[in-house]
């Protein structure tokens, strides 16, 4: 694990080797496991004085979530957005843990089955303070979750650049957009824990917003 200013991280490589704790802030821990067809990463962040925890794209596998949850207790299930490999284990474990499973409104279409509506702003579990950010472009409804130097970006941003936009509903100039104004804001050390493969941090992909922009995807 390498130290910076606001918690210490250990850096993701793509591939499945169990639950990996991944990020380690004031009070709040996040772990991942890879799930599905295509590698999927699932997200636990629980608040460790009070062992509430949210979980982030319950994505496959219930048993391997469940694994991932311990002895943890789910406040929510939270959808990065619509598309079938992010939350194809998303009813089970809520029937499993007896807690709504969330959706941005702008992707239920998308997503083909009903979720409980997720709202942008401010969101809270146990003492931990999130915001959930309305990212749009690789779906209408995509969001990150934003904590202290940390942030889930889903499909929204990857090393290297921004999710897909070649679906009907994917938007280029949005994505572009919501990365610049919603996270390339965040501070250089923020490490960005993406929905497949690898961990980065915004400093690493923020200098080549221009380049992306010109090459178009």
């Known amino acids: 694990m390498s130290n910076n200013s606001t918690g210490s991280y250990a850096a993701l490589s793509s591939g499945r080797s169990g639950t990996r704790d991944c990020y380690a802030g004031d009070g709040f821990t996040v772990s991942r496991v890879v799930v599905g067809p295509i590698d999927n990463n699932a997200y636990l962040v629980r608040c460790e004085p009070t062992g509430?925890?949210?979980?982030?794209?319950?994505?496959?596998?219930?048993?391997?979530?469940t694994q991932l949850v311990g002895d943890s207790s789910v406040a929510?299930?939270?959808t990065t957005h619509g598309h079938w490999d992010h939350h194809q284990a998303a009813e089970?474990?809520?029937?499993?843990?007896?807690?709504?499973?969330?959706?941005?409104?702008?992707?239920?279409?998308?997503?083909?089955?009903?979720?409980?509506a997720l709202a942008a702003g401010p969101l809270s579990f146990g003492e931990v303070k999130a915001t959930v950010?309305?990212?749009p472009g690789h779906t209408p409804g995509s969001v990150c979750v934003i904590l202290?130097?940390?942030?889930?970006?889903?499909?929204?941003?990857?090393?290297?650049?921004p999710g897909a936009t070649r679906?009907?509903?994917?938007?280029?100039?949005?994505?572009?957009?919501?990365?610049?104004?919603?996270?390339?804001?965040?501070?250089?050390?923020?490490?960005?824990?993406?929905?497949?493969?690898?961990?980065?941090?915004?400093?690493?992909?923020r200098d080549q917003l221009d380049t992306w922009i010109a090459r178009g995807w």
């Open 52 to 65: 509430i925890s949210l979980l982030v794209d319950a994505a496959d596998e219930i048993d391997q979530l």
């Open 76 to 78: 929510a299930i939270m």
């Open 92 to 116: 089970d474990a809520s029937q499993r843990f007896g807690v709504p499973a969330l959706l941005h409104p702008s992707d239920w279409d998308i997503a083909g089955k009903p979720f409980d």
């Open 133 to 135: 950010v309305h990212t």
């Open 148 to 161: 202290d130097g940390v942030a889930l970006t889903g499909d929204t941003l990857f090393p290297g650049g």
């Open 167 to 205: 679906f009907d509903h994917s938007s280029f100039p949005t994505i572009i957009e919501s990365i610049r104004s919603s996270l390339f804001t965040l501070p250089d050390e923020t490490v960005v824990l993406p929905g497949h493969g690898d961990s980065t941090t915004i400093g690493q992909e």
